[in-house]
């Protein structure tokens, strides 16, 4: 589940339930395995990329809402929300938000969207390249 872009620091996956094609309701069962994956990579902290547009698909699986659900669980959580399938889905302030609440989150961070693949590539990107800008792993730790 949780792919690490530098261990111990930051890490990757898809949404919980996720599965490629039509979008389903997802099952409190797959949100408990991906959580129990999550705290078994040592994850700290969540940054989630989906809208409004996914978060409804966890209605049934966390009635309390998925981000209070990650809360809930012990992780940390910020919400970056975007639609799906934009061709440029953040602004300039949205990659500097991302940014600073990644250097002050509880490390390891885990960035996922829906397939964790367009959203978070992004973000995992600018997260990457500030880090080189600013001092790199010292500055992110």
Request: aromatic share 10%; net charge neutral; glycine share 8%.
């Amino acid at each position: 589940m949780p792919n690490w872009v530098i261990e111990g620091l930051l890490a990757t996956s898809p949404r919980p339930g996720y599965a490629p094609g039509p979008e389903l309701t997802v099952h409190d069962e797959a949100v408990d395995r991906w959580i129990a994956e999550a705290r078994r990579f040592g994850i700290r902290s969540i940054m989630c990329l989906i809208g409004n547009d996914q978060l409804w698909l966890y209605r049934k699986a966390a009635p309390e809402g998925l981000l209070e659900r990650y809360r809930r669980s012990g992780f940390e959580v910020f919400h970056l929300p975007t639609l799906d399938q934009l061709t440029h889905p953040y602004t300039p302030e949205q990659y500097e938000a991302a940014w600073r609440a990644f250097l002050e989150l509880p490390k390891p961070v885990l960035v996922h969207c829906s397939a964790g693949m367009d959203r978070t590539g992004r973000v995992v990107r600018y997260l990457l390249e500030r880090m080189a800008e600013d001092g790199g792993l010292a500055a992110a730790r």
